[in-house]
């Protein structure tokens, strides 16, 4: 059955640096999604992603984030410098266009900065 | 703000007892989909329901949905030690990129 996944699992990075995360949605779906979990909190959208361009965004999503789709494949989040807040865990999901609306999460990039 | 919130926020029974969660939401939806949450781990879904569409079976599921409410409940029947997780409603918008909104969740412990 075809999955979502995400590399790596977990990141530890330093306050100030730039990280990437890393996602491949699943093979014929056309949105693509970020959204972000801190630990014991709820999830919370931050990003939808769809014909190659920000559909829609959170207030959390500043100019300190960005999204990308570089190849036919790999969806990715970019947190430019980050914060101790930025601390969560990371989920990309993805869904067909139309019904059903089904979103399919992958596992998470578990992200420490310290 | 449209938002799921889940009661109750913890629930523990035994195994093969059925276990019943209920969500509540603010706006107009779509549809509310029903997420497993494995400690530290992923978001598994589970079930999706329509706004047009009342009640909805899956296995050992049974999901309700009353609009007038803004109200929704997952039935877990016979339940099992694999169960125990944290279970996440999640509201779908009517019109946009369908994003997700997440209630707090249900922590269900089940008792062998």
């Known amino acids: 059955e075809p999955e979502v996944t995400q590399t790596p699992s977990h990141q530890v990075t330093q306050m100030g640096q730039e990280v990437i995360l890393r996602c491949v949605p699943i093979?014929?779906?056309?949105?693509f999604y970020w959204y972000r979990q801190i630990l014991g909190q709820k999830v919370e959208f931050l990003v939808s992603?769809?014909?190659?361009?920000?559909?829609?965004k959170s207030e959390i999503f500043d100019d300190q984030f960005s999204v990308e789709r570089p190849d036919g494949s790999n969806f990715t989040l970019k947190i430019r410098s980050t914060k101790l807040e930025d601390s969560a865990m990371y989920f990309c999901?993805?869904?067909?266009?139309?019904?059903?609306?089904?979103?399919?999460f992958g596992p998470g990039t578990r992200l420490t900065v310290t | 703000s449209q938002q799921g919130e889940e009661d109750p926020q913890a629930l523990s029974i035994q195994e093969g007892e059925n276990a019943t969660m209920n969500c509540s939401y603010k706006?107009?939806?779509?549809?509310l989909q029903w997420y497993r949450q494995n400690s530290g781990r992923g978001l598994v879904h589970l079930i999706l329901?329509?706004?047009?569409?009342r009640e909805k079976h899956s296995g050992r599921l049974r999901v309700t949905l009353d609009t007038s409410k803004k109200s929704s409940s997952l039935l877990i029947t016979a339940s099992r030690a694999a169960d125990t997780a944290s279970y996440f409603c999640?509201?779908?918008?009517?019109?946009?990129?369908?994003?997700?909104?997440f209630g707090q969740g249900t922590r269900l412990t089940i008792n062998p």
């Open positions: 093979s014929n779906h056309l949105y």
């Open positions: 999640a509201t779908g918008l009517i019109q946009g990129a369908q994003k997700l909104v």
């Open positions: 992603f769809y014909n190659n361009e920000i559909s829609e």
């Open positions: 329901i329509r706004s047009n569409e």
């Open positions: 706006t107009s939806i779509n549809n």
């Open positions: 999901a993805s869904r067909q266009d139309g019904t059903p609306y089904e979103q399919y």
